[in-house]
Structure formats: C-alpha cells, structure tokens
C-alpha cells in the first residue's frame, strides 16, 4: 500500500490546519493508522493514532487541540490540527501498521510562525 500524505502549509501561532493522508487501497478499519512527526534535528515522535473499536490516542503535546479520524470510505486518514503552536513545526507524517509491517507516507511540512 502507498500512503499520500498532504494539506501542510505555513500558519500564524494559534491557526489551523487539517492533514489529510491517501491510501492506494483500502484499509480495514482495525488497522491501525497514525500520525507522526519530526522536527529539525530531532527524532521522529508518535502524534496521534486510531483504530476501530477503540478510543484515539495523542501525544501529551497534542492533546485536546489536535484531532485525529479517518472515512474509511475515501481511504484517508486526517489529522485536524488547532491552535497550533511554533514547536509544532515538524514534517508530518502518516504510517498505517499492516500485519508486521510499517507504510509510511512522504511527509508534509508544518511551519508555524510566532
């Protein structure tokens, strides 16, 4: 499966901006799908992630302004994310866990300016 991960951009401290991630094919929804990001010279650090059946988990960092769901309809997994602040400043990035393995999507730029 490929994952397209889009809807980056430039925003002011306190906007917002809403991620969107297209798979190649269809997901079962009890796969497991998430967000992730990496900021400059920092790892790669867990955002946000859902499956069916159960509720969404978030980063400490993120909860409360970011919020995660998908339509598995449209094969797209989204990531709504308010109030953002600069240290959200990141490549996002989407990953689906299929069996034992990873799909990662390309990543797209969040800058937040203060």
Same mark, same amino acid.
């Given at each position: 499966?490929?994952?397209? !991960?889009?809807? /980056?951009?430039?925003? %002011? +401290? /306190? /906007?917002?901006?809403?991620?969107?991630?297209? +798979?190649?094919?269809?997901?079962?929804?009890?796969?497991?799908? *998430?967000? =992730?990001? %990496?900021?400059? *010279? @920092?790892?790669?650090?867990?955002? !946000?992630?859902?499956?069916?059946?159960?509720?969404?988990? =978030?980063? &400490?960092?993120? %909860?409360?302004?970011?919020?995660?769901?998908? &339509?598995?309809? @449209?094969?797209?997994? =989204?990531? %709504?994310?308010?109030?953002? @602040?600069?240290? &959200? $400043? +990141?490549? =996002? #990035?989407? @990953? !689906?866990?299929?069996?034992?393995? &990873? #799909?990662? *999507?390309? /990543?797209?730029?969040? $800058?937040?300016?203060?």
């Amino acid at each position: 499966v490929q994952l397209q !991960a889009s809807g /980056g951009g430039l925003v %002011q +401290a /306190g /906007g917002s901006l809403r991620l969107s991630c297209v +798979a190649s094919r269809t997901i079962h929804s009890s796969v497991v799908m *998430g967000w =992730y990001r %990496q900021a400059p *010279g @920092k790892q790669r650090e867990f955002v !946000a992630s859902i499956r069916s059946g159960r509720d969404p988990n =978030y980063s &400490d960092s993120v %909860q409360g302004r970011f919020t995660i769901s998908r &339509d598995n309809a @449209k094969n797209t997994l =989204y990531l %709504q994310m308010n109030s953002l @602040k600069p240290e &959200d $400043t +990141a490549v =996002y #990035y989407c @990953k !689906a866990r299929i069996g034992s393995g &990873d #799909y990662w *999507g390309q /990543g797209t730029l969040v $800058t937040v300016s203060s």
